[in-house]
Nanobody, 125 residues
């Protein structure tokens, strides 16, 4: 059973930074791709960033490209999302997710099978 737990959310002023972490239990992180999604109030959940199993390949939504960095620490069995130059429109609940697949890189919500409970990020103007 895969369990994902996010942490690191909070309140930050516009222009600031936050680092989200996703801890995993039940399967070795280094074996499969990972992704981050977010859901703002009144909006559908949307893709933010994804990394391949090795971490060599990453993909970002246009809205966060150049500001967010996804990375993985296999030794700690975690995947992180460093968010820089935050904007009020980045305010959302952020979720980490994992597919059953052990290869590839995914940006569609339907490709992911395991989800964390989410962590709130609020950016004040």
């Amino acid at each position: 059973q895969v369990q994902l737990v996010e942490s690191g959310g909070g309140l930050v002023q516009a222009g600031g930074s936050l680092r989200l972490s996703c801890a995993n239990s039940g399967r070795t992180f280094r074996d499969y791709p990972m992704g981050w999604f977010r859901q703002a109030p009144g909006k559908e959940r949307e893709f933010v960033a994804a990394a391949s199993a090795s971490g060599d390949s990453t993909y970002y939504a246009d809205s966060v490209k150049g500001r967010f960095i996804i990375s993985r620490d296999s030794a700690k069995n975690t995947v992180s999302l460093l968010m820089n130059s935050l904007k009020p429109e980045d305010t959302a609940v952020y979720y980490c997710a994992a597919p059953r697949s052990y290869s590839g890189i995914y940006i569609r919500e339907r490709d992911y099978d395991y989800w964390g409970q989410g962590t709130q990020v609020t950016v004040s103007s």
